[in-house]
């Protein structure tokens, strides 16, 4: 079998996040091939280098999540339409509803609404070539306030101001650069026959894109749970700025659940 092991600010970095439990894994599986796909989140983190891998590695492609050059796409006008429609329903998914709230209906139809825009702005990022600019421009901020103002938003969504919805722009720019990723093509993550992520969060995103476009199926391995290290990090931000990047977290666990064939809790700590 051939996998691909999905990281984030981990394997195979030297000083990655269970990068030990990672080597343990990839070392005691050796009748299969690896492909690894890393985020890294630092320049530092990527000049320490890599751990030594075994010969069942077969390719490791690595982003940084920490920085993105502009791509220096510039869209037409049907282009632009697609992107203000998509990211209006990503950040309208964001604002209704409560936050935490996973039971009901309308539960459901929040999450539909969600990955119908996810996955909305994945496919125009591989028609046209990147999101970077369109995720940095004033469309996005527009967008994200008209969402915050619009009837049946969330009080504390209707709260934000300018500063705390660029905040929530910038935040979103970053956590979506994963959907401009040139790896969900057939000889990349669509040639492994099983995605492995090491965590929730951006390392299961490239899972979730290639499960869409090329049918691979996914398995999630919770290590360290990212949903919660969001809720206890996030603490001295303004009320409207947490609501919505909760919300943000909330919905991405959600359809990484919903989308993963199997889920694993990679230690007791994790699994309580």
């Given at each position: 079998?051939?996998?691909?092991?999905?990281?984030?600010?981990?394997?195979?970095?030297?000083?990655?996040?269970?990068?030990?439990?990672?080597?343990?894994?990839?070392?005691g599986l050796e009748q299969?091939?690896?492909?690894?796909?890393?985020?890294?989140?630092?320049?530092?983190?990527?000049?320490?280098?890599?751990?030594?891998?075994?010969?069942?590695?077969?390719?490791?492609?690595?982003?940084?999540?920490?920085?993105?050059?502009?791509?220096?796409?510039?869209?037409?006008?049907?282009?632009?339409?697609?992107?203000?429609?998509?990211?209006?329903?990503?950040?309208?998914?964001?604002?209704?509803?409560?936050?935490?709230?996973?039971?009901?209906?309308?539960?459901?139809?929040?999450?539909?609404?969600?990955?119908?825009?996810?996955?909305?702005?994945?496919?125009?990022?591989?028609?046209?070539?990147?999101?970077?600019?369109?995720?940095?421009?004033?469309?996005?901020?527009?967008?994200?306030?008209?969402?915050?103002?619009?009837?049946?938003?969330?009080?504390?969504?209707?709260?934000?101001?300018?500063?705390?919805?660029?905040?929530?722009?910038?935040?979103?720019?970053?956590?979506?650069?994963?959907?401009?990723?040139?790896?969900?093509?057939?000889?990349?993550l669509g040639a492994v026959?099983?995605?492995?992520?090491?965590?929730?969060?951006?390392?299961?995103?490239?899972?979730?894109?290639?499960?869409?476009?090329?049918?691979?199926?996914?398995?999630?391995?919770?290590?360290?749970?990212?949903?919660?290290?969001?809720?206890?990090?996030?603490?001295?931000?303004?009320?409207?700025?947490?609501?919505?990047?909760?919300?943000?977290?909330?919905r991405l666990a959600t359809?990484?659940?919903?989308?993963?064939?199997?889920?694993?809790?990679?230690?007791?700590?994790?699994?309580?």
């Amino acid at each position: 079998m051939r996998i691909g092991l999905l990281t984030e600010g981990g394997y195979p970095y030297v000083s990655g996040d269970a990068r030990l439990w990672c080597d343990r894994l990839v070392r005691g599986l050796e009748q299969h091939e690896f492909d690894i796909y890393a985020l890294s989140r630092s320049e530092h983190q990527e000049d320490e280098g890599w751990v030594q891998l075994p010969p069942q590695v077969g390719r490791v492609i690595t982003a940084p999540l920490w920085t993105a050059e502009d791509d220096g796409v510039v869209y037409g006008r049907r282009a632009r339409r697609r992107f203000a429609e998509s990211y209006g329903e990503l950040a309208s998914a964001l604002c209704e509803g409560a936050v935490g709230d996973t039971s009901g209906e309308s539960s459901a139809t929040e999450a539909d609404r969600f990955a119908n825009a996810l996955y909305g702005l994945a496919e125009l990022a591989r028609d046209e070539g990147g999101l970077v600019g369109a995720l940095r421009s004033e469309t996005a901020v527009r967008a994200l306030e008209r969402a915050c103002r619009a009837p049946g938003a969330r009080q504390t969504a209707r709260a934000a101001r300018v500063p705390e919805l660029l905040a929530v722009a910038g935040h979103l720019e970053r956590a979506l650069r994963p959907l401009s990723l040139d790896w969900y093509e057939d000889d990349g993550l669509g040639a492994v026959d099983l995605c492995h992520a090491t965590s929730g969060g951006p390392a299961a995103l490239p899972g979730l894109l290639a499960h869409h476009f090329c049918g691979v199926p996914l398995l999630v391995t919770e290590y360290g749970v990212r949903l919660r290290t969001h809720y206890l990090a996030d603490t001295e931000s303004p009320p409207a700025v947490r609501s919505l990047l909760t919300a943000f977290h909330g919905r991405l666990a959600t359809e990484t659940y919903r989308r993963a064939a199997v889920v694993t809790p990679g230690n007791t700590h994790a699994r309580r």
